[in-house]
């Protein structure tokens, strides 16, 4: 019959013990104690437990305060029973043939009445059953210099020489798997080990730490056997008292092999040992020995626990480089994240009301996670303010992805927003992330939102309302963490009347909204806008030009910049590659000649080239682009009569517009 020793503390119990007949259990405060009582109470041996013909005694070992039996204080040797208690000063062990009888039903917890500790016991009796531990030491034989004691003098040399070059080997590891891999080898080289593990936690921890915790960093095995996890038992205990333990005859104790899930291989002993450094402990080495001739010995034990030792100290310098080194990173990428940003607010360049407003409009914009609608004509830089609103924002380490969504078809569209399984289209040969998946965390810009057609608006529709979505072919729901920003040059009041935009999508949109005026209703900030490409393309090209003549300058704000800003960037750019000097002149600023301003202008050279006998030097399609300006100039810009007089449909006219970049002057 199995006899145990539960410790106990109140009604709650601590460890159970199983009792081996013929090997005596030691109670005591010194590590090297099977049941080991961190008290000073406690003398270092303070009593042990035995068997003789079948028969249970407890034994006080002379101690300083004495051992109470059943509250009496024992002298010398005494018989056990079920159900007695020994103490030593507040720690109680109670000796039982039987754990589910250790606490009855009746016992109440103080602090929880509802507990019921015979169910508690009962499982963890089940479950958790102490193996046959043969040694444990806390302490560093080879630093104290006891090692220097054994009976072979050579021996300590050796392995002082052993550790030396393994401290050689850790030295050159540069993360943690490396380090792990030149410990297990070292072990291999030192001990009676054939089978090893390296476990780590999450983190250094001075307290307790759960096992459940352990991750295996390095395996190492003569087989391609899977690890087999050390048992709860044995790295709670490690864990717990920072020793390290040494357990034989695994193979012959049940409970150690179900515990260790050693059922396939012939465990004959097992080193737990902790890695410790600074009274933290950041992990275990496990060894194993499936070799009856070769077990692992006492000596095995101290060599393990100095190898821990110093894989911790190495350890703990690692992870303080990779814990500098991942703040290096952090900081790399903050400053080139804070470089983007400033790099973006120096492009919405301008002093203007205007541009004053919209800066302040971001900035309230983006700290929250509202659906922005940008609107303005083409050029004004929509693309620019959707990055600034997310530098601007929490999102600003997320991605920030782009897409046009009047650049693709409506079936080409839906698979680039929401992605495609493989076969879903012919063509379709692998899946494809689409961008509301790739924007997961950050913000997604859909520029040309207008051109989007209606059944790829019901889909957007649902996803902006918070739906997850499938991909094209697939039947997986997909959520996404997406903050979205449109933008359009298109009127969306009359496309929502003529039913091509739908009402609801449009209201869903129309959160917040931002406008971006078009140069011409800004043209104070022509000339900052002008030395700002200037000096960026100087930069770019090397060249020293330091900028614009006064005619130069005049001729850039006379023009009314049918194109924005986009097509000041590209004249300035043009410009300064014309130039010879260290002024742009006003030779080489080259317009388009598309400018509301030039209108006038443009119809009297339309006119003129419809005169009779009159010839110039123009293309057909200047001409073209001359004469329908000349009508609209001469409607009004009346839409529908200039397409009448021009003999063309309305919808053309606006197509031929749009590819000119001309709107009506004083909009």
């Given at each position: 019959m199995?006899?145990?020793?539960?410790?106990?503390?109140?009604?709650?119990?601590?460890?159970?013990?199983?009792?081996?007949?013929?090997?005596?259990?030691?109670?005591?405060?010194?590590?090297?104690?099977?049941?080991?009582?961190?008290?000073?109470?406690?003398?270092?041996?303070?009593?042990?437990?035995?068997?003789?013909?079948?028969?249970?005694?407890?034994?006080?070992?002379?101690?300083?305060?004495?051992?109470?039996?059943?509250?009496?204080?024992?002298?010398?040797?005494?018989?056990?029973?079920?159900?007695?208690s020994i103490k030593i000063g507040p720690c109680e062990l109670v000796f039982t043939f039987d754990l589910a009888t250790v606490y009855s039903s009746g016992d109440a917890d103080p602090e929880d009445p509802e507990r019921d500790t015979a169910a508690d016991v009962a499982i963890y009796s089940a479950t958790v059953q102490e193996p046959t531990i043969q040694g444990a030491i806390t302490r560093n034989a080879y630093i104290s210099g006891d090692r220097t004691k054994q009976l072979e003098p050579y021996r300590p040399g050796r392995e002082l020489a052993a550790l030396y070059r393994l401290a050689l080997e850790m030295g050159k590891a540069t993360n943690s798997k490396q380090l792990a891999d030149a410990v297990l080898n070292g072990l291999a080289a030192g001990t009676s080990a054939d089978i090893s593990a390296l476990l780590l936690l999450p983190a250094a921890v001075a307290s307790a730490a759960d096992p459940a915790d352990l991750t295996v960093v390095a395996f190492r095995s003569p087989t391609q056997q899977e690890y087999q996890p050390v048992s709860v038992y044995l790295s709670s205990k490690v864990l717990r008292n920072h020793e390290a333990i040494l357990a034989k005859d695994a193979e012959d104790d049940s409970a150690l092999r179900e515990r260790d899930s050693l059922g396939e291989i012939s465990v004959k002993s097992v080193i737990c040992a902790p890695i410790r450094h600074e009274r933290?402990?950041?992990?275990?080495?496990?060894?194993?020995?499936?070799?009856?001739?070769?077990?692992?010995?006492?000596?095995?034990?101290?060599?393990?626990?100095?190898?821990?030792?110093?894989?911790?100290?190495?350890?703990?310098?690692?992870?303080?480089?990779?814990?500098?080194?991942?703040?290096?990173?952090?900081?790399?990428?903050?400053?080139?994240?804070?470089?983007?940003?400033?790099?973006?607010?120096?492009?919405?360049?301008?002093?203007?009301?205007?541009?004053?407003?919209?800066?302040?409009?971001?900035?309230?914009?983006?700290?929250?996670?509202?659906?922005?609608?940008?609107?303005?004509?083409?050029?004004?830089?929509?693309?620019?303010?959707?990055?600034?609103?997310?530098?601007?924002?929490?999102?600003?380490?997320?991605?920030?992805?782009?897409?046009?969504?009047?650049?693709?078809?409506?079936?080409?569209?839906?698979?680039?927003?929401?992605?495609?399984?493989?076969?879903?289209?012919?063509?379709?040969?692998?899946?494809?992330?689409?961008?509301?998946?790739?924007?997961?965390?950050?913000?997604?810009?859909?520029?040309?939102?207008?051109?989007?057609?209606?059944?790829?608006?019901?889909?957007?529709?649902?996803?902006?309302?918070?739906?997850?979505?499938?991909?094209?072919?697939?039947?997986?729901?997909?959520?996404?963490?997406?903050?979205?920003?449109?933008?359009?040059?298109?009127?969306?009041?009359?496309?929502?009347?003529?039913?091509?935009?739908?009402?609801?999508?449009?209201?869903?949109?129309?959160?917040?909204?931002?406008?971006?005026?078009?140069?011409?209703e800004h043209p104070t900030d022509i000339p900052l806008l002008a030395d700002h490409f200037l000096r960026r393309f100087a930069a770019k090209t090397g060249r020293q030009v330091r900028g614009f003549s006064p005619a130069a300058m005049e001729k850039l704000t006379a023009y009314d910049w049918p194109g924005n800003v986009r097509e000041l960037q590209n004249t300035v750019e043009r410009a300064m590659v014309l130039c010879l000097g260290d002024l742009v002149e006003v030779h080489d600023v080259y317009l388009s000649g598309l400018g509301g301003g030039e209108t006038s202008r443009l119809a009297a050279a339309a006119v003129a080239a419809a005169e009779p006998g009159t010839f110039g030097d123009i293309s057909l399609e200047s001409l073209e682009q001359q004469h329908i300006l000349g009508v609209l100039d001469r409607t009004n810009w009346n839409k529908s009569q200039a397409a009448q007089i021009l003999g063309i449909e309305r919808s053309t006219l606006d197509r031929k517009l749009k590819r000119y970049r001309v709107s009506r002057p004083g909009r």
């Open positions: 199995s006899a145990y020793l539960v410790v106990r503390e109140g009604t709650h119990f601590q460890e159970v013990h199983r009792l081996i007949p013929g090997k005596a259990m030691t109670i005591g405060r010194a590590p090297s104690n099977s049941i080991v009582v961190h008290d000073d109470i406690c003398s270092r041996h303070h009593c042990e437990v035995t068997e003789r013909n079948g028969e249970w005694f407890v034994r006080d070992l002379q101690s300083r305060n004495g051992t109470t039996l059943n509250g009496e204080p024992l002298e010398g040797e005494a018989p056990l029973g079920p159900g007695q933290k402990i950041y992990g275990l080495i496990h060894l194993y020995s499936t070799n009856p001739a070769k077990p692992l010995e006492e000596d095995d034990l101290h060599y393990t626990l100095a190898v821990a030792d110093q894989c911790a100290g190495a350890l703990d310098q690692l992870l303080k480089q990779e814990k500098l080194a991942e703040g290096l990173a952090q900081l790399r990428n903050d400053n080139a994240k804070l470089r983007e940003q400033l790099g973006i607010e120096s492009d919405l360049v301008g002093s203007s009301p205007s541009m004053q407003t919209l800066k302040m409009k971001i900035g309230r914009i983006a700290p929250t996670d509202a659906t922005a609608l940008i609107r303005g004509e083409s050029g004004v830089g929509k693309e620019l303010v959707a990055r600034a609103i997310h530098m601007s924002s929490r999102r600003r380490n997320g991605p920030f992805v782009c897409m046009n969504c009047a650049a693709l078809t409506e079936s080409l569209l839906e698979s680039e927003l929401f992605g495609h399984e493989k076969g879903a289209f012919t063509g379709a040969t692998t899946r494809k992330i689409g961008k509301f998946e790739q924007a997961h965390k950050g913000t997604l810009f859909l520029d040309e939102v207008g051109e989007m057609g209606g059944t790829i608006q019901a889909k957007f529709l649902r996803v902006l309302e918070g739906h997850p979505f499938e991909r094209v072919g697939g039947s997986t729901p997909v959520h996404v963490d997406v903050r979205v920003v449109a933008a359009t040059n298109r009127d969306l009041e009359r496309a929502v009347e003529e039913g091509q935009f739908r009402k609801d999508l449009y209201f869903r949109l129309q959160v917040v909204e931002l406008y971006a005026e078009p140069l011409r």
